[in-house]
């Protein structure tokens, strides 16, 4: 019985697979004029069936929807090592979490760095501890770092590994302003769960400058993070009251749990 199970859903599956990205189809699913399924990405693509090059009808195929929404599907990290199999009202929830899930290098937009890496959390760490190690801080409670000859020009950049996640500082002038954050990378709902803390001291005179915020997530562009407010901004004339003789920018971070999630 168990292998007649699995051959039946294999055999679904293999209805289900789009003729022209072999993605698996999701709803809405439409068919042409002799039966042939395509999926919603696809059809806007083609002018007629890539099958039997027949035109399609302007009707949904509800008995394979139906169907799709009752099979468990492989997840599409498989090919990485996942075995879990879920169902479509699962499928992207999970996918959105899977520990085989492809990421990027997070340097790679650095341009004296421009790495093509890619595999997935699991593996990345390794990849930055091997390759980029120059670019990589272990953190160990509250801890001094920096930004050096800090210019409005200039995108600073840096992976820090803290609680056994990997975390991305980045640090950019714009339009006179200095913005700076701390975003996690994995899962986007892990990112809430730390938040980092950056204290700015003048020792000349005594003043000192302290901002909190949570992490944000690795996927937020900073275009969007600038536009929420969620993360550091100073005025860079302020900034320039912080700074040593040799143009560093010095600073005091902590990383630590956010006790509310």
């Not at 550091?232 to 999630?261: A, G, P, R, T, Y």
Request: proline share 5%.
């Amino acid at each position: 019985m168990n292998t007649i199970s699995c051959d039946l859903r294999q055999g679904l599956l293999s209805e289900l697979e789009c003729p022209v990205c072999t993605e698996y189809m999701l709803p809405p699913i439409v068919f042409c004029t002799n039966g042939h399924n395509i999926c919603p990405s696809c059809k806007p693509k083609v002018n007629q069936c890539p099958t039997c090059r027949q035109p399609f009808v302007k009707i949904r195929n509800v008995a394979l929807e139906k169907i799709a929404r009752q099979i468990e599907y492989p997840c599409t990290y498989s090919k990485y090592g996942c075995t879990k199999k879920v169902t479509l009202d699962m499928k992207n929830k999970h996918e959105k979490v899977c520990s085989y899930n492809v990421y990027g290098c997070p340097l790679r937009k650095v341009p004296a760095v421009n790495c093509s890496w890619g595999g997935n959390l699991q593996d990345l760490k390794k990849h930055l501890t091997n390759s980029h190690k120059e670019w990589t801080y272990e953190y160990k409670g509250k801890f001094m770092t920096g930004l050096v000859d800090i210019k409005p020009a200039r995108r600073y950049c840096y992976i820090i590994f803290a609680y056994g996640e990997i975390f991305y500082r980045y640090f950019s002038v714009k339009n006179g302003t200095l913005y700076g954050v701390l975003q996690y990378i994995g899962p986007r709902e892990n990112s809430a769960k730390y938040r980092y803390k950056m204290i700015f001291d003048n020792k000349d005179d005594m003043g000192s400058i302290s901002i909190c915020h949570v992490t944000q997530s690795f996927v937020d562009s900073m275009d969007d993070i600038r536009e929420t407010g969620k993360c550091l901004k100073l005025h860079f004339d302020v900034v320039k009251n912080f700074v040593n003789m040799k143009n560093n920018l010095k600073f005091q971070m902590e990383i630590s749990k956010n006790e509310l999630n």
